[in-house]
């Protein structure tokens, strides 16, 4: 590929990452942060607006990783994520290692808590670890944590319909069955 035109295509992968991370680094609702005060972080909304943060943040990088139609999605949407921790104002001044670190931590637990197969089903095991990190009780199986994995089940969903918005969607033929195309 000509140069000119390998640049043109990495600025505009760019330009569809950084769409797609400002998606899913939107504020969440107040209605969700009070009500995971209320039920984990014992009333402290900063804490539990930063859970649901990291839970979309950590959610879209996942959509990214699996479910994007190019390979190299998911590394770029990590460097723009990473570029926006930077940018982002609701992390004090000398604590964006904090915050990434801490955003690493809930990403993996999340991407365990999506591949596991076995014990919970999946919104049950994400709606634990949600709680898990906010401080609430995440061992029973209670309406919190139903609630919990709905939301992030939502999360995950908005997710995927950022990066098909962002990066577009998978185009197959219509008299073609997607199996014939491995043979292609």
């Known amino acids: 590929m000509p140069l000119f035109a390998r640049w043109r295509a990495e600025r505009d992968?760019?330009?569809?990452?950084?769409?797609?991370?400002?998606?899913?680094?939107?504020?969440?609702?107040?209605?969700?942060?009070?009500?995971l005060?209320?039920?984990?972080?014992?009333?402290?909304?900063?804490?539990?607006?930063?859970?649901?943060?990291y839970a979309r943040r950590a959610l879209g990088l996942i959509a990214a990783q699996r479910d994007a139609?190019?390979?190299?999605?998911?590394?770029i949407v990590a460097k723009e994520i990473s570029e926006a921790f930077d940018r982002d104002q609701n992390v004090?001044?000398?604590?964006?290692?904090?915050?990434?670190r801490q955003f690493n931590a809930r990403l993996s637990?999340?991407?365990?808590?999506?591949?596991a197969k076995a014990g919970a089903p999946t919104a049950i095991r994400m709606g634990q670890t949600l709680f898990a990190f906010a401080g609430g009780s995440f061992r029973r199986q209670d309406e919190n944590i139903v609630r919990?994995?709905?939301?992030?089940?939502?999360?995950?969903?908005?997710?995927?319909?950022?990066?098909?918005?962002?990066?577009?969607?998978?185009?197959?033929?219509?008299?073609?069955?997607?199996?014939?195309?491995?043979?292609r």
């Open 13 to 35: 992968l760019a330009r569809k990452a950084a769409k797609f991370v400002a998606a899913i680094f939107r504020e969440p609702d107040d209605a969700d942060v009070e009500w």
């Open 37 to 53: 005060a209320a039920s984990a972080t014992r009333g402290d909304t900063d804490h539990a607006r930063w859970e649901l943060r």
């Open 69 to 75: 139609l190019d390979d190299r999605t998911a590394s």
């Open 92 to 100: 004090a001044a000398g604590k964006v290692e904090t915050a990434e």
């Open 109 to 115: 637990a999340y991407r365990d808590g999506l591949a």
């Open 148 to 183: 919990a994995g709905e939301l992030l089940a939502a999360y995950l969903a908005e997710a995927n319909e950022a990066l098909r918005e962002s990066f577009g969607a998978a185009a197959l033929p219509e008299n073609i069955p997607p199996s014939a195309l491995l043979n």
